[in-house]
């Protein structure tokens, strides 16, 4: 392999190895509960977003998104059971003292001023409002909670926090219109997203074309150093066997400084991110994007255009081309450079997986695990990886790190590029269901590993140790989706479900079936040689 293209390896692996939690992504992601707010009576609401949508003068005009409070009776769910109530601004503004007139079942809009939640719930219940809306003074939402030592927590109309632009919109609304009403409801998610199904089938489809791939390349240069063997009867390759052209193996203290690097690429992203920072992330993936989707164009359009594929030209700086990379290579420029100027429409994310499984593709053809002693140090580090930055983090740096920089905090982006992602399709919410590249990737070479291996000693399906690796990787990454769920959308560590069925499966298949040795050392069956049988027979012969 040449060093342009070692590096770009390098770069795509440090890269992909940032995000590995699939998780729901959106500007109103539920929010949840959390151990410092304790619930108690009266006061033990889960923290629920609420949709505030409003009427100008009859007409339907913009949808906010508020924050439900610990306390007030809970919101209803489905829209057609929400009343629509006129809004009313309070006087005082604040609400911290009983208004001068009635609101006569009116939601009232308050500022966050400097009284305590509850007392302007029970001020706003007092004057017969249906409804508050407090206005925090940030553009962040606030969780409401009670004090330890409320004990006036008997109140029964619902408290929503709105931001601070939310508020100035509707006050504007307010002072130019005549009537201005509300309707507030809190839409449940479903249990299960139809793009979870299908992030599922593209990540494990993903890495079922790549471990063929890379198996049938093996296969093929078994085959070609085969011939090359029986070709040679007067002199014995004193060479190890190659797995192929361009062929990056993977060792021990490679796989562990993997990890270490991506730790400490993690937590520069984590300090420095901001929208330079993710725009330098744009053009990583975009170059990324275009090597592996001009290597799989190729390699599937070199069956229809065979001479074109092997007829090069040398071209400065990059080496001898061929015609038919030559010709694929502006479509494959092109395609990213559309796909990064557009990268924040509704249909971006078609691009961005499209890039993102061709880059996975040709990173799993052209890194390869030599062994299951690599794959399990890999894993096994990378498993520890995904928890420490997800959970342990907190402790740290009092947020999860990796879900940090997954949403791309602080950046003004809507999450970095190295993820795959599909809108949610029935979610009220909207967003998107994701799945970070390195969930995909590092266990995807482990399975291509298997593959090379059962096709290599010439195993069945059912008798080889692909199948039940791909089935083991297929019901981790559901489990993951099951937790996620299960969890309320709390971003889950796939790599935690996804490691222990993995590598669990393939060693214990590999020792009850008497294979582990060769499996953990050499990492492929023992071939006789030709060359040896040829010359055995040929000294054979000569004796007789």
């Known amino acids: 392999m040449d060093l342009k ?3 770009w390896v390098i770069v795509v692996l440090v890269s992909i ?3 590995c ?5 959106t500007a109103g992601d539920i929010v949840h509960d959390d151990d410092s707010a304790p619930k108690k009576p009266g006061c033990a609401n889960d923290f629920v977003l609420v949709k505030v949508q409003t ?11 508020g924050v439900g409070a610990r306390f007030g009776t809970t919101i209803v769910s489905k829209e057609k059971n929400a009343n629509q109530v006129k ?9 911290c003292s009983m208004p001068k007139n009635k609101y006569a079942g009116d939601v009232i809009m308050v500022d966050r001023g400097h009284c305590k939640f509850t007392v302007k719930a029970n001020i706003a219940e007092s004057a017969k409002a249906s409804a508050v809306l407090i206005i925090n003074n940030q553009k962040e939402l606030y969780k409401m909670v009670c004090d330890p030592d409320e004990t006036d927590l008997d109140i029964h109309i619902p408290a929503v926090m709105l931001p601070q632009d939310a508020g100035a919109s509707l006050e504007k609304m307010l002072m130019n219109s005549s009537s201005v009403s509300v309707q507030l409801y809190s839409p449940k998610r479903p249990l299960v997203d139809v793009a979870e199904v299908f992030l599922w089938l593209m990540a494990v489809g993903t890495i079922l074309c790549a471990s063929y791939w890379s198996a049938w390349s093996a296969r093929e240069a078994a085959i070609e150093q085969d011939k090359l063997l029986k070709d040679a009867e007067d002199e014995i390759p004193n060479t190890k066997p ?6 990056v193996d993977i060792n021990t203290a490679s796989a562990v400084l993997f990890v270490v690097v991506a730790s400490c690429f993690l ?5 420095l991110m901001s929208y330079w920072f993710v725009e330098i992330l744009v053009i990583l993936f975009c170059i990324g994007g275009i090597e592996g989707l001009q290597t799989c164009l190729v390699a599937l359009l070199s069956r229809w255009f065979k001479r074109a594929s092997e007829s090069y030209i040398k071209v400065p700086f990059f080496g001898a081309i061929s015609y038919l990379t030559l010709a694929v290579s502006p479509f494959c420029v092109a395609f990213a450079v559309v796909w990064a100027y557009y990268r924040k429409a509704s249909f971006a994310w078609i691009g961005q997986d499209i890039l993102g499984i061709a880059l996975i593709i040709t ?3 052209i890194v390869h695990v030599p062994n299951l002693k690599v794959g399990t140090v890999l894993l096994g580090c990378a498993f520890m990886y995904d928890i420490f930055w997800v959970f342990v983090s907190k402790k740290l740096f009092h947020e999860s790190v990796m879900i940090v920089v997954a949403r791309g905090d602080k950046s003004g982006e809507d999450g970095i590029p190295m993820l795959l992602k599909i809108p949610r399709m029935f979610d009220p919410w909207g967003g998107y269901s994701i799945i970070g590249f390195g969930d995909i990737l590092l266990p995807g070479l482990v399975i291509a590993f298997s593959l090379r291996y059962d096709w290599l000693a010439n195993k069945s399906l059912r008798a080889g140790y692909f199948l039940w690796a791909m089935f083991a990787y297929g019901l981790g990454l559901l489990i993951t989706y099951v937790a996620l769920n299960l969890m309320d959308g709390h971003g889950q560590p796939a790599l935690l479900y996804i490691v222990p069925f993995t590598l669990g499966t393939f060693l214990t298949l590999g020792k009850k079936r008497g294979d582990l040795k060769v499996l953990w050392r050499r990492g492929e069956p023992e071939r006789p040689c030709p060359h040896f049988h040829l010359q055995h027979s040929h000294e054979l012969t000569e004796e007789k």
């Open 242 to 247: 190659i797995n192929g052209t361009g062929v």
């Open 87 to 95: 809004l009313t601004l309070s006087d005082p503004r604040d609400c």
């Open 267 to 271: 937590v520069m992203l984590y300090k």
């Open 5 to 7: 293209r070692l590096g």
């Open 21 to 25: 939690h699939p998780t729901s992504v």
């Open 55 to 65: 009427w100008v003068n009859g007409i339907e005009n913009e949808e906010y998104v």
């Open 363 to 365: 990173v799993l053809q």
């Open 17 to 19: 190895s940032l995000v």
